[in-house]
């Protein structure tokens, strides 16, 4: 009979091996793939809008978006005492526990406060996740009058190509909370989200790893910690994202081509 004297070791070989043979599967074959996805027109695209944007203060430039937040999101790493537990028990598993939403809206300087919907509000909604009525009914209640306070003008406004993005019904909310200050709303470019965006960039993942900070999680407390972590962002963290997403002007507005070689760019002067 086959017997493993150190079960430590077997595992540590074992997670080694799967994790070196994946490295040589994504490197030989999904990386390529990746790679020609990504055309370099769509490059050009995002090049554009980073000349655009780098022309405006960045305290006038909102990005907007969808987020979440389940409640048994574990934390991916701990630091124990000595005969302390080296793991946290849940209820349930991540990927199944419940799933709470958030709209969010950042400036250069500043993050607004979100609207938070759990699965109960969901469930009384009748939807499955966020609706564009639901965004525009943020904008119109609470989001237009908080921006207008601003007092800043021109103001624009960045967000993904999500169906529950409607530009014309989002400038009509604007405009019904009496904010006209935003003279511009436009969908980000094909594939340019997870690089212009600075909520893609940073911002999301610094505010769920401080949420997971908190322990123990609860229906009760979830949305307090949520909102509080994300107010706590500050201007700092915002201006270190939005130079990682290209819009200063420390960038070659093409540093983070992935097929740099196929696609050949020429900087444009900006």
Not at 211 to 233: A, G, L
Request: hydrophobic share 35%; net charge positive; proline share 5%.
């Amino acid at each position: 009979m086959f017997v493993i004297k150190n079960n430590k070791t077997f595992i540590s070989s074992l997670f080694s091996f799967l994790y070196h043979s994946f490295k040589v599967l994504f490197v030989c074959f999904l990386l390529p793939t990746f790679l020609m996805l990504v055309t370099k027109q769509a490059c050009i695209d995002i090049e554009k809008l980073r000349a655009k944007l780098r022309r405006i203060p960045k305290k006038n430039i909102i990005f907007m978006d969808e987020t979440y937040f389940r409640l048994s999101d574990a934390p991916h790493s701990t630091l124990v005492f000595p005969g302390e537990s080296e793991y946290v028990e849940v209820e349930q598993n991540s990927h199944y526990a419940a799933r709470y939403d958030m709209i969010t809206f950042i400036s250069g300087e500043k993050v607004f406060p979100p609207i938070i919907y759990s699965p109960e509000d969901r469930k009384a909604l009748k939807v499955d996740g966020i609706r564009g009525w639901m965004i525009n009914d943020f904008i119109t209640d609470y989001l237009a009058r908080a921006i207008a306070a601003l007092d800043q003008y021109p103001l624009y406004l960045l967000c993904d190509k999500s169906n529950a993005h409607n530009l014309e019904e989002m400038k009509e909310s604007f405009e019904l909370g009496l904010c006209f200050e935003i003279v511009d709303i436009s969908k980000l470019p094909t594939q340019a989200a997870k690089r212009v965006s600075p909520l893609d960039n940073g911002i999301y993942a610094d505010w769920k790893k401080r949420c997971r900070s908190h322990y123990p999680i609860t229906k009760k407390n979830i949305k307090q910690i949520m909102s509080d972590e994300w107010e706590k962002t500050t201007a700092k963290q915002i201006k270190k994202c939005y130079k990682h997403c290209g819009l200063t002007n420390t960038h070659n507005p093409y540093f983070d081509c992935p097929a740099p070689s196929s696609h050949k760019h020429q900087m444009n002067k900006i």
